[in-house]
């Protein structure tokens, strides 16, 4: 029971439905605003006063059914001061504006101008995507709805601005990172009774109709490869585990490509080191990492990036079994190297041990960057605000921690070195999959790096960023889709020519 959401882009008058304006501190309306409210004499300004309301920054005026406008309510939304304000603010107001809808309304007009005037097409852009993050609902299987859940089939909201053509050119950019972001938020909100590997990859096969390339390995194609890290971890399951290579090419031919990598560990259970029953129902999102590259890789395709981009995917499910993995066990990678598996639960690194080598080999990409939800540590060291950030290349995390300010999907660099080491050490084998209480994200990101040679590398764990955030003006739903705009932008600010 999806909500068909409708966004049209037109001038500034006449609006329709629930009625949302943008205002500056001390009630500063832009001059299209002010006209329309002309009709309400001084009701605004009355409201304000009695609801205290100046226009401070994500502050809001509601009034149902205002007298002099044929319209059902006026919401006015408080931007503070215009000038300072970031694209990031933009889309934060965007949702802020969208959050204002009654769950009711069936239409909507957000007047796209500030203070100061119409805003420019991109702008308007922003306050759109936004709005549509802010929409996101996942409620595919609610086949019953509460008296005031009802909401029409269809929303239909219109944003006025001064030049409804340089939006709506605008949206078509904007419009393919949202349908990435809410692709990467579908995946992980699904149950993993019905993502697992298999149809995991069927999905994102999908995908080709939009000029992807997609290549699907399966488990006698990996064996051939040598992948014995990633295959130990889903040997306990009776989903086959897959590798899904997907490939953008956007740009000049023959260009290296950039590389993403995915974590997709559909359902995490711990495996024979089993997970306490508490929370366990949340590893069904241990998939973060390969949906925001299976988002990027749509965004990228739609928007027709001049970039040449590969994204690859483990797909695994971490079960207990008689044929599952034991503590003990001695796997060998792809790679040669081989690790003492201490703990089934440490089960991310192992695959990604495995993609990262077969990327970095086939491909030979300008960089790589993956992304996994990989360890607890990570929340216990920088919560849910920042992914932590490892790389073996300084420009690259620059620019990441760049263009993670930008969006607000921020990174906090975390450190990396051979004094790690020796806390991976194994007695048996090349190295052991975890590396005691201390430092667990660095060990893990420690491990990580051995399975990449000279190329630029980056290492996102998403652990707390990628689901059960704190509900933020742009996401209701558990999960956030987070690393589409991020990776999106920094693809757009470096790497398209
Ligand atoms: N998928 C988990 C990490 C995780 C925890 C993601 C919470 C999202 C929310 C990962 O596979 C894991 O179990 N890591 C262990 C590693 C430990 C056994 C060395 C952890 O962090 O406890
Ligand atoms: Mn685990
Ligand atoms: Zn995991």
């Given amino acids: 029971m999806a909500i068909a959401l409708k966004f049209g882009f037109t001038p500034l008058a006449r609006p329709r439905g629930v009625l949302i304006m943008f205002c500056e501190e001390n009630l500063k309306f832009g001059p299209a605003s002010q006209r329309t409210l002309s009709l309400v004499g001084d009701l605004v300004r009355r409201a304000a006063a009695a609801d205290r309301f100046s226009g401070k920054s994500g502050s809001s005026l509601e009034i149902v059914a205002p007298a002099g406008l044929n319209l059902p309510r006026l919401v006015v939304v408080g931007i503070g001061k215009e000038s300072g304000l970031k694209p990031q603010d933009l889309v934060k107001l965007g949702g802020i504006a969208m959050g204002k809808v009654p769950t009711a309304a069936a239409t909507a007009t957000i007047f796209a101008e500030f203070g100061s005037g119409g805003l420019k097409g991109d702008q308007v852009a922003e306050l759109a995507l936004g709005a549509r993050l802010r929409a996101y609902t996942f409620d595919l299987y609610k086949t019953k709805r ?13 944003f006025a601005c001064s030049n409804p053509g340089a939006a709506e050119k605008a949206w078509s950019r904007g419009g393919a990172i949202a349908d990435g972001v809410v692709l990467a938020r579908d995946l992980v909100n699904e149950p993993a009774n019905v993502l697992y590997p298999g149809e995991f990859a069927r999905r994102v096969s999908g995908l080709g109709k939009l000029g992807l390339g997609v290549e ?55 495996g024979i080191s089993i997970k306490p029953a508490a929370g366990m129902e949340d590893m069904k999102g241990d998939m973060a990492g390969a949906a925001c590259v299976v988002g990027l890789m749509r965004t990228l395709a739609v928007r027709k990036a001049k970039v040449n981009a590969i994204g690859a995917i483990g797909l695994v499910e971490n079960m207990l079994d008689g044929k599952a993995q034991r503590p003990g066990d001695i796997v060998k990678t792809m790679s040669g190297q081989t690790i003492e598996v201490i703990n089934t639960d440490a089960e991310g690194r192992l695959v990604l041990a495995d993609v990262l080598h077969y990327v970095d080999k086939r491909f030979k990409p300008k960089f790589m960057i993956n992304l996994a939800t990989l360890t607890g540590a990570i929340i216990v060291a920088l919560g849910q605000e920042y992914a932590g950030l490892f790389s073996n290349d300084d420009k690259l995390a620059e620019r990441l921690t760049k263009v993670g300010d930008a969006t607000g999907e921020r990174v906090w660099r975390m450190p990396l070195g051979p004094e790690y080491d020796k806390m991976i050490d194994s007695k048996f084998a090349d190295m052991k999959n975890t590396g005691g209480r201390w430092g667990g994200a660095i060990t893990a990101a420690q491990l990580l790096q051995r399975f990449v040679n000279k190329t630029p590398w980056a290492h996102l764990d998403i652990a707390g960023t990628a689901m059960g955030s704190p ?24 790497y398209e020519r």
């Fill in 146 to 158: 509460k008296e005031d859940e009802q909401r029409p089939d269809k929303i239909e909201v219109n």
């Fill in 216 to 270: 699907v390995l399966d488990v006698a194609a990996m064996k051939k490869l040598g992948m014995g890290a990633l295959l130990g971890v889903g040997q306990g399951s009776v989903h086959e585990s897959k590798l899904v290579i997907m490939r953008w090419n956007g740009g000049k031919r023959g260009v290296d490509p950039i590389a993403f990598v995915g974590k997709g560990v559909c359902f995490d259970s711990g």
């Fill in 471 to 494: 509900q933020s003006d742009i996401n209701k739903s558990w999960a956030s889709g987070w690393g589409v705009r991020l990776l999106d932008r920094l693809v757009e600010d470096y």
